[in-house]
Every structure is written in C-alpha cells, then in structure tokens.
C-alpha cells in the first residue's frame, strides 16, 4: 500500500525557519510531480510549491523567496525548507505526489497533513 508520510512541521517564531519532509513508501513504479499544499482554517487548500521528475520547481507568490522545494529521488522523498516564516505561513501542510503503484493506475496521493504554527 502506498503511503505518503509527512514531518517536520511544529512551532516556529516569526523570521524562523523549518524543514518538512514527506516521504513515500510502497511498492511504486514511478513517481511524477511532487508538491506541498497548505490549508490555514477557514481557507481552501492551495498549492504552496510543486517539483517536476525533472527538477523544475514553481512557488505560489506569497512563498518566493523563501521556500525551496526538492527531492530526492533514489528515497522517494520531497522537502520543503521555510525560511523567513511569518504568522500567515501557518497553516497543515500537505504532501502531494503524483505516481504509479505496481500493478495500479496512476493517480495523486497526500499525506495526513503536518501542522506548522508560527507566533509572532
């Protein structure tokens, strides 16, 4: 079964810095695009960062500058650093990637969300 497995969210102070990590596990033929998604309470889930199998990223406006997104393919696993946090960044955090299981269809998968808080 294929998981996706979120950490690194929690508590940081405005200006600060914290690194999420999301990795799949399972028995998967390939994995596409990877991303992070954030949904802050009583707003939509919106795209926060996206990278491609080949390494082309893309940034909601809100996080250029201070987000960086990668990935390390041989452990399946897709990061996303934070830098210069503000209280707005606060939100659960979602893994999101787009891949073939072995012997299933291709299709999106997300984690079970990773809480990041951020004090002013």
């Known amino acids: 079964q294929v998981q996706l497995v979120e950490s690194g969210g929690g508590l940081a102070h405005a200006g600060g810095s914290l690194r999420l990590s999301c990795a799949a596990s399972?028995?998967?033929?390939?994995?596409?695009?990877m991303g992070w998604y954030r949904q802050a309470p009583g707003k939509q889930r919106e795209l926060v960062a996206a990278?491609?199998?080949?390494?082309?990223?893309d940034y909601a406006d809100s996080v250029k500058g201070r987000f960086t997104i990668s990935r390390d393919t041989a452990k399946k696993t897709v990061y996303l650093q934070m830098n210069s946090l503000t209280p707005e960044d606060t939100a659960v955090y979602y893994c999101?990637?787009?891949?073939?299981?072995?012997?299933?269809?291709?299709?999106?998968?997300w984690g079970q969300g990773t809480q990041v808080t951020v004090s002013s």
């Open positions: 990278i491609t199998s080949g390494g082309s990223t």
């Open positions: 999101n990637a787009d891949l073939a299981p072995l012997g299933g269809q291709r299709k999106n998968y």
């Open positions: 399972g028995r998967i033929v390939v994995i596409n695009d």
